[in-house]
């Protein structure tokens, strides 16, 4: 596994402004995720964060709602902009690792809880 | 689409029962399913099965797979307060993206 942190961990700001999230693994990864999970719900996937090119987004998600950057191996940050009340979550990066035959093990980051008011 | 379903939702047991959880996915290409334990934000990693058949045992967790029949169980023996959390289970298929049930919440008691 890998020591993997965010920053911040928590947050609270106000609707209309953007906050950036930053997600640091302790060494080089295979993929990176970021994944959201709004109140009593369970976690749905935001996007894959590539490293050197653009994110791939998941249905429902957009680049311009959450500019995903990863300039390289180990750093990724997601924005969430323009902030509605709609998007106070928990927020999650989580990296793979290749295990044996192809499968890969998930990890997950400790996340930050997101209030929007 | 692909899909992740886990019962029961919730479940209330004394310390020292033992608990199963269930698990039934439909998956496109299906790799691996995972099961993470969430107390506060971050799930934690608790088993990652690819094998059917093949039970995967930590302690008094174990976990069995059936791809065959598309579920998995999580299993818990002689509970203990600190068991109490969400369980969630997790399947991959392509790219490794993991679709997540809706978790099954666990709360021991004394």
């Known amino acids: 596994s890998a020591v993997i942190s965010q920053k911040p961990s928590r947050d609270i700001c106000q609707r209309g402004t953007s906050l950036t999230i930053q997600c640091q693994v302790d060494s080089q990864v295979t993929m990176m995720f970021w994944y959201r999970q709004q109140p009593g719900q369970s976690l749905t996937l935001i996007a894959t964060?590539?490293?050197?090119?653009?994110?791939?987004?998941e249905s429902g998600f957009v680049i311009d709602k959450f500019p995903i950057s990863r300039p390289n191996l180990t750093f990724s940050t997601l924005t969430v902009s323009n902030m509605s009340p709609e998007d106070s979550s928990i927020y999650l990066c989580?990296?793979?690792?290749?295990?044996?035959?192809?499968?890969?093990?998930?990890?997950f980051g400790p996340g930050t809880r997101l209030t929007v008011t | 689409e692909d899909k992740v379903v886990q019962s029961p939702l919730s479940l209330v047991v004394h310390e020292g029962d033992t608990v199963t959880l269930n698990c039934s996915y439909e998956?496109?290409?299906?790799?691996?399913l995972l099961w993470y334990k969430q107390e506060k934000k971050a799930p934690t990693f608790l088993f990652m099965l690819?094998?059917?058949?093949i039970e995967k045992k930590s302690g008094r967790l174990s976990s069995i797979l059936d791809k065959k029949e598309l579920f998995s169980i999580l299993n818990i023996t002689a509970t203990q307060t600190g068991d109490s959390a969400v369980y969630l289970c997790?399947?991959?298929?392509?790219?490794?993206?993991?679709?997540f049930g809706t978790g099954t919440r666990l709360q021991v008691t004394l």
């Open positions: 690819t094998s059917s058949g």
């Open positions: 964060a590539n490293q050197g090119s653009e994110a791939t987004y």
């Open positions: 997790a399947a991959t298929g392509t790219a490794s993206k993991l679709t």
């Open positions: 989580s990296v793979t690792f290749k295990w044996d035959r192809g499968f890969y093990e998930q990890y």
């Open positions: 998956v496109t290409n299906f790799r691996s």
